[in-house]
């Protein structure tokens, strides 16, 4: 029966669904509600929640103090604890100086690059290094710190090559910009080369329609989708699109068979690109070959050579004429070894003198860019990449048809059409996605609580009205991300406080109070080296992995992490650190980093027994608390009231003054003042947003 069910749905939804689904209609804007208790609303958002509570019998909580209030302010703008605990507040004022910081961009370009699926390497058969995927992510927090226009944002990232630009680098931008489309893990070892493009466009599609729609489009590959209006001619109108586009992820490991369908070129930037791309481009191109040509007779002596001492062991048991014939045999192998021996060294110094002579070489960012020649993509029954339908020209989502938008150019790929058509004002979902994921971000639960599915099987809106009314406000606002995070947490529905004062609506749908909140992997981390005073604030000169690790042999041929987590160690912010598909930092792995194989709307939380023995017994974490310790006790300040002030924006208690008086005893060491202070960096109240 459970087998039977989404058959049983596929074929019912159509017939009861002559009623166009709540998501795929225009957005809205309700009047603002007429609530009972007057007084409590300070922002317009604030009518839509208290008339929910009002309906639900529900009173809001009390507002949270002031200290827990900027502490949570804090984190959910630029993921950092206060650096100080405030007097009498002025939030406004507060709230303009976090959206001014640069740390609001290392904050919430995170969040993107959670759904844009960024990654280091490439992660899969081959772990290649992605050398330049750094530039993407700086774009996303310049975007961010900037403020741009989230429709924008999103059209840069679509098809920032086809679009204007005014200077070098504003043209540089828009490049570094597609690096979206590039970013996704590629099984490199795929021997077919249509097989290759096609999983590379269906991970596109999926990244696309998931990030910005909150739509699994990918779903109708092989069948038209099961539940949503999406048919299989759909996905392939976007397939056209794609197949008309050329990821540029770089150089790589072509393959056993060395076929050539798996490496591109890269953007070029910067003023002399022209001029010497195409120098560098064939010096990679000569490197690739000649390196591959290494590997080739490394693994043929290997072959030969490991099979000489079995061979050896055998001939001690023979006599005669079988010993003979076994032993020139073996002569022969010996001999073919050294020929392999001469030849891999005169590969190897080969490739030693060119890696030495290689060329001024342009700035390089991933990307795409549009292929020679367009073409619409044929219909792959069941996915099948030979059994081939119909042809369906370049296209969308029918089910969202906007008049304004053109159909795809004859003379290009359809991207820059596919973006205006995403960011069109008569989307219905773009907007909607955005503010409920920024709803999500700064209450812990989203207003529809599968961020990533506005579809037949997704969760309706807690408050339809209040989606609505924000995805309407934040187009006429000028999709600002800033003004709609701004209008959000100066509501008193935000700073309510967590405490729970009856036992209705366990999972406070109806926003009565606010959720608990754990803060993520990153946040933690770099909470803790803010407290004890190591965390370097400034954006790294170099990339991580340049300063780590230049570009060798290893990363290209063979299937071994060319890194391991304890090789990850840095002092700046955690969104600066490598995200290497298959080697994340342990605290990320432990504290639910958001897997970059694919996009994520929504972290999983967690609390587990390997987070606290984590906090307890890893190596940094008790050297952190050392420096912390240090930090407290040197300087005028009563040690105790400064370390709670850190860690918590607040002073002890009386209870806890006396209790760490008795642990710490008359004469306090350096020892026990680290003990005390690394409970502090393990404790609830560290990692939670109350």
Not at 368 to 374: G, I, L, N, S
Request: charged share 25%.
């Amino acid at each position: 029966m459970r087998c039977l069910l989404p058959c049983l749905m596929w074929i019912v939804l159509p017939a009861v669904g002559a009623e166009v689904h709540w998501s795929l209609l225009p957005p809205k804007k309700a009047a603002v509600p007429v609530v009972k208790a007057k007084d409590w609303p300070l922002r317009e958002l604030d009518h839509f929640v208290l008339a929910k509570m009002e309906q639900q019998k529900l009173t809001p909580s009390a507002d949270v103090d002031t200290g827990s209030l900027v502490r949570r302010l804090s984190f959910d703008l630029i993921g950092l604890p206060p650096a100080e605990v405030p007097g009498a507040a002025d939030l406004p004022q507060i709230v303009d100086a976090l959206l001014k910081s640069p740390h609001f961009g290392e904050r919430w370009g995170r969040h993107w690059l959670d759904l844009a699926r960024y990654a280091d390497s490439n992660g899969r058969d081959r772990n290649v290094i992605f050398h330049h995927a750094w530039r993407y992510r700086d774009y996303v927090i310049a975007s961010f710190n900037n403020d741009k226009p989230y429709d924008k944002f999103i059209r840069e990232q679509i098809a920032g090559d086809l679009m204007p630009a005014e200077n070098l680098t504003r043209r540089d931008e828009l490049l570094t910009a597609t690096g979206f489309l590039a970013l996704g893990a590629k099984a490199l070892e795929e021997q077919k080369p249509e097989i290759y493009r096609m999983d590379v466009i269906d991970e596109q599609i999926e990244t696309i329609s998931r990030s910005v729609l909150g739509l699994s489009v990918a779903c109708a590959r092989c069948h038209d989708h099961k539940f949503d209006p999406i048919p299989t001619a759909d996905y392939y109108a976007l397939a056209g699109i794609l197949r008309s586009t050329q990821p540029l992820h770089g150089y790589g490991p072509r393959g056993i068979k060395a076929t050539a369908f798996h490496h591109t070129e890269w953007h070029a930037l910067g003023a002399d690109a022209e001029k010497l791309a195409p120098a560098a481009l064939a010096y990679f191109e000569k490197l690739d070959a000649d390196m591959l040509a290494m590997h080739e007779a490394r693994s043929a002596r290997y072959s030969v050579s490991k099979r000489i001492p079995e061979k050896k062991r055998l001939l001690a048991t023979l006599k005669g004429e079988e010993k003979d014939k076994l032993a020139a045999e073996i002569a022969e192998m010996e001999a073919k070894v050294a020929d392999w021996n001469v030849k891999v060294a005169a590969l190897e110094k080969g490739v030693e003198e060119l890696k030495d002579a290689a060329p001024p070489q342009p700035a390089w960012a991933m990307g795409a860019r549009d292929r020679d020649k367009p073409e619409d993509s044929r219909i792959h029954i069941r996915g099948e990449t030979t059994n081939l339908g119909g042809t369906v020209p370049r296209g969308f989502l029918r089910v969202i048809s906007i008049k304004d938008v053109p159909a795809p150019s004859a003379k290009q790929s359809g991207r820059l059409e596919l973006a205006q058509w995403l960011t069109h004002r008569d989307n219905p979902l773009t907007a909607r996605v955005m503010v409920n994921r920024v709803w999500q971000k700064l209450f812990g639960r989203a207003l529809v609580t599968t961020p990533d599915d506005f579809g037949i099987t997704g969760a309706r809106p807690s408050h339809p009205e209040l989606l609505d009314f924000l995805a309407v406000r934040f187009m006429e606002e000028g999709w600002s991300v800033k003004w709609l995070i701004k209008e959000i947490v100066l509501s008193r529905a935000y700073r309510q406080s967590s405490a729970r004062t009856h036992d209705a609506d366990p999972d406070n749908v109806w926003l009565s109070r606010m959720t608990p909140r754990l803060i993520e992997a990153e946040a933690l981390r770099d909470a803790v080296l803010a407290v004890s005073g190591q965390l370097d604030p400034y954006p790294p000169q170099k990339p991580f992995l340049d300063r780590y690790h230049p570009q060798r042999d290893a990363e290209l041929f063979t299937f071994k992490p060319f890194m391991t987590t304890a090789d990850i160690v840095d002092d700046h912010r955690s969104v600066y650190l490598p995200v290497v598909r298959g080697t994340l930092p342990e605290i990320f792995t432990l504290f639910n980093f958001a897997p970059p194989e694919r996009p994520v709307a929504q972290r999983e939380e967690s609390t587990l027994p390997a987070q606290a023995l984590h906090l307890m017994n890893n190596p940094w974490i008790i050297e952190q608390a050392g420096h912390l310790a240090r930090r407290v006790t040197v300087g005028g300040t009563d040690p105790l009231t400064r370390l709670y002030e850190l860690a918590f924006a607040r002073k002890p208690t009386e209870i806890e003054i006396n209790r760490a008086t008795a642990f710490l005893g008359p004469n306090a060491s350096e020892e026990r003042w680290t003990s005390l202070c690394q409970t502090v960096l393990a404790s609830a109240e560290f990692r939670v947003l109350r």
